[in-house]
């Protein structure tokens, strides 16, 4: 095989590259060319020009050199040029601990492992010593005061995996968020009787008098049971005075307080714990409740404070019409009044009396009682004197017996004494209806009423009657006796004939009144025994103002911790808290202010900061002040941590929140590794028994004594996690360090040095020459100390690492919450080969937009390709496309931030502030095909799921494609490339049919800075 042509470049091209970047950094020179491309004459013209000339055939020359260069001596003179192999980068890690319930702080000693409990192959151990202090979330919410709105993060935060969404903690501003939602404001009354469920009542008004009594405000009124009540709302024009008239009515059972808070609580923050307000717990009895909130679109803010209503009267009017009486009597009998009826029967007298009874209506003391009667019109009107009574519980007292008794209880009567219906209005007896007890009337218990004839009568009973014989004659008209003629008449009959008495019939003559229907009403007035706010999470009891806003004045998220283990066993320790964005941003992010609340007030907290204000993930940690206090905010009694956001200008969203993380390396530790014994050969060559292995080798020879040690080597040396003193020497000999080169080019013959290839831990020494021999020894070459990472493969999934090796007593589990990141394998010769003549071709400068896409490539092992776009505002981007195997590769800001300080490096001056990175951007492409395939029918479902992973890997955009050497950027996707990559799977006999994108056999074609990744796949097969 040919060794690859380094540049293709001719001394034509080479010319015509350098008069275009004449014309970009040199205008004042080359707009004075007569034209574009400046003819023999113009060249000879102008000795600028001449060097140009010069300068490509030069480059010319050089590359013609380059290209004709053996492959082995170019590997060479790469090395010499600085192009070296670069080690594995390890994978990094949070671990997050979960200590056993009600167990002290455990130490986690740095280096502990950690290990993928599926094949415990993957290794972790942790970077530095962790104590895991009792710490569990409670409460984590961001309360938005600018737009009176929160954000309840706490269901996503107690996820033990993340979801495929975050939750924001901040939102920047003009931005509309799912998560965000109303600060609950509520107006509360309770009462023991007064809103308990009546069939009898049929409304209730609710008269609020004050100021700013805006009906948006009063528009959503509640039950207990936060059942919706209809609400008319009739407000006076100076906004003064407000009257709401709820038309359904309140039907929920009785609430404590405390137990309303919860209710109203749980509708906000299901998940959070609750703790009753310390108001709250002293008002035990349960009550009847109504409740209102503002309108929807209502905001209850600080800056309209001014604006929010004020009550300094409340009152409640009920009213309840067209009830029937619960039952009738007269004297000691039922009746069904519901048909009519003669209230003191056919032949009343006195002391008949007329029962009613309605056990709801007569038990509101206090109410304006109003019984409407309909009355048949009796033929003959009698005088008589009713008393109208009620039952105090002694005795029956009169609402109108005396003038006292009228007043007192406001009685009216338009009844006629029951006898007609009143003329010139309604026909009710009216009173205030007092205190009454149960009585029980004609063997039924209950709240009655009644009307008692007193005096007079509704007729008179007929018969037989004995009278004078005196008045009998008197009686006879004048026209049949005179007065003498009577005068004789009774003195015969008295004196002679001895009779002085007669009889005298009457027919009986009553006109009873009878009541053909007889319906009830009433109206009261009167005040709720309690009021209570419930603004933001914050439970007071009302003093005028209904609604109040929050107290905060900028965006912060509140957070807290259970109190009881927290309190006992974590305050004065260390606290760290792992933050998984979902986004992360290159830039630093605003100046966040951490607080803690120490039962009082809100102070400051200092915090070692990794996250860089948020943008980015990582582990915060402060020390939780040992004199800290619970505080009750938000309904919760607990510790209490708050993160101000002074200015949101941006979303920052999380994963997941978790406390107890540390961050770990995907290294293993090997010290007192035995390489083998030196021969005093040249080029001796020794190989670690883990690969790939990390920089940090400490290498030591076991020489005799008598050997000159170098500068700052006698006695051995020290590393930072091996002690020299370790290795067993004899008497007569010493463990001496020696120091890793690149290459053995620039050394002396004493220079104690080897070379490390980390992708297959080969140790090379030198020929004596070039690099000291090793002296030869038995098993004199050690490797004191060194680490091996698993490169690519520790990039594991969230979840993955769950093992803790060994175990650490009350640690009860450990788990990485976010996957592992920034794992790479080292480079290997191919990759020098593949990557140096770009970079050898720029020369150490990034002149064109090829050599600023080889110098971002080479800023960062952790880069695969970059692409440098020139945008139409003369703007430099550089897309970058990260080195890992998952389906779609995360660059993170750190690498994006890399690779834009070293290209700037590079760069003149005039385009430092024109060049910006940025991550790839990613393409999805569908695939769906019919595929002819041979197997057995057994077989097909699962071939189909291998076909479709297959297909998934192969637009992989770092290790896809046909050679599984990734995609280029901007280059169009075939459907023939795809073809050709279903055909080369051995069951698949023919490609019978593709699809990408919707297009059958249609291309994909990508911008500059594109790269397809794996969209849907669909592959339906067919046994050939």
């Known amino acids: ?485 009577k005068q004789g008449v009774s003195a015969y009959l008295n004196n002679v004939a001895g009779v002085n008495f007669s009889y005298t019939f009457t027919n009986t003559s009553y006109f009873p009144p009878y009541i053909q229907s007889v319906q009830i009403t009433y109206s009261y007035s009167a005040k709720p025994e309690s009021s209570w706010c419930y603004n933001a999470f914050n439970l007071s009891r009302f003093l005028f103002s209904p609604f109040k806003p929050v107290e905060a004045v900028l965006s912060a998220f509140y957070f807290a911790f259970e109190p009881l283990d927290f309190g006992n066993m974590s305050l004065g320790h260390k606290l760290t808290l792992y933050f998984y964005l979902e986004q992360e941003q290159a830039d630093s992010g605003s100046k966040l202010q951490w607080e803690y609340n120490d039962g009082q007030q809100w102070r400051t907290l200092a915090v070692d900061d990794s996250s860089y204000g948020l943008s980015r993930s990582g582990v915060v940690t402060f020390t939780i002040p040992a004199a800290m206090q619970t505080a009750y905010l938000f309904s919760q009694t607990a510790y209490w941590f708050r993160i101000v956001n002074p200015h949101v200008r941006r979303t920052i969203r999380v994963y997941g929140i978790y406390p107890n993380a540390v961050m770990a390396s995907n290294i293993t530790s090997v010290t007192k590794e035995v390489l083998g014994s030196s021969n005093g050969e040249q080029f001796q060559t020794f190989s670690l028994n883990y690969t790939p292995v990390l920089p940090n080798l400490a290498l030591y020879v076991i020489e005799s004594l008598g050997l000159e040690a170098a500068a700052g080597q006698v006695g051995g040396g020290e590393h930072t996690h091996f002690n020299v003193g370790d290795i067993s020497v004899s008497a007569d000999e010493v463990a001496r360090p020696w120091r890793m080169v690149d290459g053995f080019t620039f050394c002396g013959p004493t220079d104690r040095v080897y070379t490390l290839d980390y992708q297959n831990g080969l140790v090379t020494f030198g020929d004596g020459y070039n690099g000291l021999i090793p002296p030869p020894g038995h098993n004199n070459i050690v490797a004191g100390y060194y680490e091996y990472s698993q490169g690519l493969a520790g990039n594991v999934a969230a979840g993955a690492l769950n093992l803790l090796r060994p175990g650490i007593a009350d640690i009860a589990a450990v788990v990485n919450p976010a996957p592992a990141a920034g794992g790479v394998n080292g480079d290997t010769v191919l990759d020098i080969a593949e990557t140096s003549p770009s970079l050898i071709r720029a020369g150490g400068w990034a002149v064109q937009l090829q050599d600023m896409s080889a110098l971002a490539a080479a800023a960062c092992q952790q880069v695969a390709q970059a692409q440098a776009i020139e945008s139409a505002d003369q703007t430099i981007r550089i897309a970058v496309l990260a080195l890992s195997a998952d389906p779609v590769p995360y660059v993170s800001p750190a690498v994006l931030n890399q690779v834009a300080d ?54 992989q955009p770092v290790f896809g494609g046909l050679k599984r050497q990734g995609w280029q950027f901007g280059k169009t996707v075939q459907a023939s490339s795809v073809s050709v990559f279903l055909r080369q799977i051995p069951e698949v006999q023919a490609v019978l049919g593709l699809n990408l994108n919707g297009q059958q056999n249609g291309n994909v074609a990508l911008l500059q800075h594109q790269l397809p990744v794996a969209g849907q796949m669909l592959v339906y097969l067919t046994l050939g």
């Open 1 to 485: 095989m040919n060794s690859p042509r380094l540049d293709f470049r001719t001394a034509e091209q080479f010319y015509l590259e350098t008069l275009k970047l004449a014309k970009t950094y040199a205008p004042e020179w080359s707009d004075y060319w007569p034209c574009a491309i400046p003819g023999e004459q113009d060249v000879a013209m102008d000795p600028g020009l001449v060097l140009f000339k010069l300068f490509s055939q030069l480059a010319d020359y050089t590359a013609t050199i380059e290209n004709e260069m053996p492959e082995q001596r170019r590997l060479g003179f790469f090395q010499f040029m600085n192009m070296n192999l670069r080690p594995p980068l390890a994978a990094q890690a949070a671990l997050r601990f979960l200590l056993k319930a009600g167990q002290p702080p455990q130490m986690v000693a740095s280096q502990s492992a950690v290990l993928d409990a599926t094949h415990q192959e993957i290794r972790f151990q942790t970077n530095q010593d962790l104590l895991v202090v009792p710490a569990e979330l409670c409460a984590a919410m961001t309360i938005i005061p600018a737009q009176d709105q929160y954000i309840d993060a706490l269901p996503v935060l107690l996820g033990d995996q993340p979801g495929q969404t975050g939750v924001p903690l901040f939102v920047a501003e003009q931005t509309v968020d799912p998560f965000e939602k109303a600060l609950s404001h509520w107006f509360m009354l309770g009462d023991s009787q007064l809103f308990k469920s009546d069939d009898t009542l049929q409304s209730i008004t609710i008269t609020l008098v004050g100021k700013q009594l805006y009906p948006d405000y009063f528009g959503q009124w509640f039950d207990g049971a936060m059942t919706p009540l209809t609400a008319q709302l009739i407000c006076s024009d100076d906004e003064r005075q407000l009257d709401i008239v709820l038309s359904n009515l309140p039907q929920a059972a009785p609430l404590g307080i405390a137990q309303l808070q919860q209710e109203l609580y749980s509708q906000d923050d299901p998940d959070a714990g609750f703790d009753a307000a310390p108001d709250a717990a002293q008002d035990t009895q349960a009550q009847y409740w109504l409740l209102v909130k503002p309108g929807p679109q209502v905001k209850v803010l600080a800056s309209l404070a001014q604006q929010l209503p004020v009550v300094t009267g409340l009152n409640c009017t009920f009213n309840g019409s067209y009830i029937q009486p619960q039952q009738a009597a007269f004297n000691v009998v039922l009746l069904d009044i519901s048909n009519g009826a003669y209230p003191f029967g056919e032949t009343p007298k006195k002391n008949d009396a007329f029962y009613l009874r309605s056990d709801t209506v007569f038990a509101k003391t206090g109410a304006m009682v109003r019984l409407f009667f309909q009355l048949t019109t009796v033929e003959q009107i009698f005088p008589v004197v009713l008393y109208w009574q009620f039952w105090d519980g002694k005795q029956w007292q009169s609402f109108n017996q005396t003038a006292t008794d009228v007043s007192t209880y406001q009685f009216i009567d338009t009844t006629n004494n029951l006898q007609t219906d009143n003329a010139s209005g309604p026909t009710y007896i009216q009173f205030q209806c007092p205190a009454m007890q149960e009585n029980t009337v004609a063997g039924s218990k209950g709240l009655w009423i009644r009307v008692l004839i007193a005096e007079g009568g509704y007729g008179m009973q007929g018969g037989f009657a004995v009278t004078s014989v005196n008045d009998t004659v008197s009686a006879i008209p004048e026209d049949i006796l005179n007065a003498d003629q």
């Open 902 to 955: 070293y290209v700037r490096q590079y760069c003149l001056a005039a385009l430092l502030d024109r060049i910006s990175t940025e991550a790839a951007d990613f393409v999805p492409v569908s695939v769906t095909a019919q595929l002819a395939v041979k197997v057995a029918a057994d077989q097909l479902t699962a071939l189909q799921q291998r076909i479709e992973m297959e297909l998934r890997a192969f637009f």
